[in-house]
Structure formats: structure tokens, C-alpha cells
T-cell receptor, first 112, second 111 residues
Framework: NAGVTQTPKFQVLKTGQSMTLQCAQD?????MYWYRQDPGMGLRLIYY???????DKGEVPNGYNVSRLNKREFSLRLESAAPSQTSVYFC???????????FGPGTRLTVT | QKEVEQNSGPLSVPEGAIASLNCTYS??????FFWYRQYSGKSPELIMF????GDKEDGRFTAQLNKASQYVSLLIRDSQPSDSATYLC???????????FGKGTRLSVIA
């Protein structure tokens, strides 16, 4: 059981470039989440998917799009990266009927 | 706006002492409460969860919940230098709602 996996681990982008962060879980969890974490700001929810086929905005969705590709995979896309999107991005998942949430190892993104 | 408040710290305790971490929340509809530990450069790791008023013990960790006062705490007994980390409190309302996180308390255990 790998749990929640994220790729890539590190990425450097130039302003205006696009990229997709990948997240997959092998725990058969229904819900998946994308967070960003910045110093002094804590974890902030970007988007989440309560179940396959649904997505909802979180606290800071601007500049991002998501796709729940199937039950296992939930991707986060930056269409035109900005320096303000420099952050550590975490994916998490939760089993249906339970409230505990489990995190992936994170992607450290720098936009120059 | 649902809020979860934590003292940012750092909270410094000597090795072997009890570390007490506190968290308050604003949403009276909150039903599930979590403590995550996050080492520097790593992802948050779930260490405790509690759903009912009172205490829940797991090894050296005890989570305490008081819904009337809207606070949840984490006690770490016999603190070790390896407990030095940031501890995140998270709260969840009923249904398919996401967790709301506090900004975390940094704990430093001094050998």
C-alpha cells in the first residue's frame, strides 16, 4: 500500500508556464483534496472532490483547475503560473464514511 | 468564516516533561477533531482523532475535547526530542465537508 503519492516532488517554473501536479491514492478513498502550505499561512484548501465525478472550490481556487480523472487520481493544473503560486502543495484523501484524512508527501513548487 | 486558532509558539519543554497544546474553534457544528504532526519539510501525519467529549489516550498522547467550551487539546507525556515538530489542529463539521486547519503550534523539546 503506497497510500497517497504525488508527482513531481520538486518543480521550478517560469512565470506564465503551465504544469499539472499529479496525485494518486491506492486506498479506495472517495474524497480527495488539494492544499497549499505557505509560511505563516497554514494549510489552505484549493479544491476538493467529495466523490468521483464531483469537484468543489476551496478557500483559494483562483489560478488553479482540477480534474478527478477516476476514483484513484486527482490532478491540479496551473494554466499560467505566477510567483504567488510558489508554495508546497499537498494532496490528501479520505475514506467514505470516515473523517480521517491522509496526506501525500507534497510537491515543492517554485515560480520565478 | 469557520476558524481554528492555535498559539504559533514555539512551545519549549524539557525532555521528559508534559507538553500541552491547545486549539479553539468557532463552528459549534464541528463534530470531528484531529491532531496532525508535521516535521520540517515533511507532510502532515495524523496522530490522534477524537469525536466525543472527554479524553482519548494513545500511548504517550492524550487528546481532550470540550465541545461546550469549543476547545481541543493534545497532551504529550514524557516528551522526547523526536517530538519536536509543528502540531496542526483540524476540525470537521458533519457531512461531506473538508477539514479546517489551524496554523499550527511549533513544539521544541529540549534535551
Amino acid at each position: 500500500n503506497a497510500g497517497v503519492t504525488q508527482t513531481p516532488k520538486f518543480q521550478v517554473l517560469k512565470t506564465g508556464q503551465s504544469m499539472t501536479l499529479q496525485c494518486a491514492q491506492d486506498m479506495n478513498h472517495n474524497s480527495m483534496y488539494w492544499y497549499r502550505q505557505d509560511p505563516g499561512m497554514g494549510l489552505r484548501l484549493i479544491y476538493y472532490s467529495a466523490s468521483e465525478g464531483t469537484t468543489d472550490k476551496g478557500e483559494v481556487p483562483n489560478g488553479y483547475n482540477v480534474s478527478r480523472l477516476n476514483k484513484r487520481e486527482f490532478s491540479l493544473r496551473l494554466e499560467s503560473a505566477a510567483p504567488s503560486q510558489t508554495s508546497v502543495y499537498f494532496c490528501a484523501s479520505r475514506e467514505g464514511g470516515r473523517d480521517e484524512q491522509y496526506f501525500g508527501p507534497g510537491t515543492r513548487l517554485t515560480v520565478t | 468564516q469557520k476558524e481554528v486558532e492555535q498559539n504559533s509558539g514555539p512551545l519549549s519543554v524539557p525532555e521528559g516533561a508534559i507538553a500541552s497544546l491547545n486549539c479553539t474553534y468557532s463552528d459549534r457544528g464541528s463534530q470531528s477533531f484531529f491532531w496532525y504532526r508535521q516535521y520540517s519539510g515533511k507532510s502532515p501525519e495524523l496522530i490522534m482523532f477524537i469525536y466525543s467529549n472527554g479524553d482519548k489516550e494513545d500511548g504517550r498522547f492524550t487528546a481532550q475535547l470540550n465541545k461546550a467550551s469549543q476547545y481541543v487539546s493534545l497532551l504529550i507525556r514524557d516528551s522526547q526530542p523526536s517530538d519536536s515538530a509543528t502540531y496542526l489542529c483540524a476540525v470537521k463539521a458533519a457531512g461531506n465537508t473538508p477539514l479546517v486547519f489551524g496554523k499550527g503550534t511549533r513544539l521544541s523539546v529540549i534535551a
